[in-house]
């Protein structure tokens, strides 16, 4: 462990000790007197209770359900923890939801649950869908996270997300538009290696081929090397994780075998979700690959190269997981801007496409400031969410998916407006004092 992530832990440990966790539920409308609860609950709210028997799609417009989602985990592969079960999953899903809300103005509801099969989570989700309008798969281990997500994508009627494949694989399209223009080449014409074949990999790979790259021209590589139809385990991987297998069957059309140092072999970009480095990649492998190659290296806290090293071996552009280096690629750049857009236009899923819409807009932003070391905004850049928002919402309108549709425009000022108001409550709530400063003797 560096000192400087062990700093980060132990201010982190305090910090969640003095405040008894990140988010809380507050009113959203005015209680004046006793008279207002006539109103918001007995006997008002019999007739907004009718209405939406009447008309289930009406608890969209008379509840919070809207724009309220349930950050729903396991807890079996909490960030690089692994297996640590729901209470201790529950901090990174308060995490996740404060990001939800500060940006993209999401209510956001931590959901750790304990269950044994990922039927369990099916049932689960099914069961709690009155109660949201969409719901953010989290920390849910591979080959599972790929069954919960197709099943629930085709039973439920609401927006449903896997942040760990959706969102890192919107993040990798949208780095790779803009890296690709970096180096002169097009994307859709490339080879591409893909190092780690867990769920935002074979996501990545998957949103990779819909955008138009050939699947002939990407190589995959796990722990056991490259995936190739005739490695010993491919009936296996029939049984046990169909959605790898599938990619072995269709990805590396020229039968490439080896491992990482033969992946990389005249290739134009290596995007690497593997195990912590560095040493994972090698220099001298790099110097092999095409002319200007790309390199995202994306482990974390430890890249599996370090982003100086690519670039002594001749890498054009280096992106990493990192907020400390340049050219961050991290699914925070996607998911608060999807799910806004899928609210507001209250989708009945999310589909591969609005992804890459989502994708194609965090590239279009950049504009002119794009560099080798400058393929992506930052979360800083809050205006791209609304944007992304509005992409989203226009591409569920064209595919029949949006119970509203929404022009860009229209989605575009309401995005804006509602982000803008929830970043405004926390700074006026930490302004007046009602979100007390309890951290300035730790950083």
């Known amino acids: 462990m560096s000192e400087e992530s062990s700093k980060w832990f132990k201010i982190a440990i305090e910090a969640s000790r003095r405040y008894g966790g990140k988010i809380m539920v507050l009113p959203k409308v005015p209680v004046r007197s006793l008279q207002d609860f006539s109103i918001w609950y007995t006997p008002g709210v019999a007739a907004v209770s009718k209405e939406i028997n009447a008309n289930i799609d009406k608890s969209f417009e008379y509840t919070w359900r809207w724009n309220a989602i349930a950050v729903l985990t396991d807890g079996s592969r909490v960030l690089g923890l692994g297996n640590v079960g729901p209470e201790a999953a529950m901090p990174v899903m308060e995490g996740k939801s404060l990001l939800f809300k500060y940006l993209g103005g999401v209510d956001a509801v931590p959901l750790p649950i304990r269950v044994k099969t990922q039927e369990d989570i099916v049932n689960v989700a099914k069961a709690i869908e009155p109660a949201f309008g969409g719901i953010n798969l989290e920390d849910i281990e591979s080959p599972k996270c790929f069954y919960v997500l197709d099943k629930l994508r085709e039973e439920l009627k609401i927006a449903v997300w896997h942040d760990d494949q959706q969102g890192t694989a919107g993040a990798i399209l949208a780095g790779l538009i803009n890296a690709f223009k970096v180096v002169g080449k097009k994307l859709e014409n490339s080879t591409i290696a893909l190092i780690g074949a867990g769920a935002s990999n074979i996501a990545a790979a998957r949103i990779l081929i819909k955008y138009g790259v050939k699947p002939g021209n990407i190589i995959l590589v796990d722990s056991k090397g490259i995936l190739h139809p005739e490695r010993e385990d491919m009936d296996k991987l029939m049984l046990t994780n169909p959605w790898k297998y599938e990619l072995a069957i269709k990805t590396n059309a ?190």
Do not use: C, H
């Open 254 to 443: 020229e039968r490439r075998k080896g491992g990482i140092k033969e992946a990389l072999v005249g290739v134009d970009a290596v995007i690497a979700a593997s195990v912590q480095g560095p040493g994972v990649i090698k220099k001298e492998w790099i110097r092999a690959m095409n002319k200007d190659p790309i390199i995202f290296a994306l482990a974390n806290p430890i890249p599996e190269i370090w982003p100086w090293e690519a670039k002594e071996a001749g890498a054009k552009v280096v992106a990493t997981g990192r907020s400390d280096f340049p050219n961050q690629v991290n699914n925070s750049l996607v998911f608060p801007g999807v799910f806004r857009g899928a609210l507001d236009a209250r989708v009945r899923t999310i589909t591969d496409e609005m992804v890459i819409a989502a994708a194609q807009e965090i590239a279009n932003f950049v504009g002119d400031q794009l560099s080798e070391n400058k393929i992506l905004p930052t979360m800083e850049e809050w205006d791209f969410y609304p944007r992304v928002a509005a992409a989203v919402a226009v591409k569920a309108a064209e595919q029949g998916v949006a119970r509203r549709s929404l022009t860009w425009k229209d989605e575009y000022n309401m995005a804006k407006e509602i982000i803008a108001n929830a970043r405004l409550m926390i700074e006026t709530l930490y302004g007046k004092g009602l979100i007390r400063d309890l951290l300035s003797d730790l950083v």
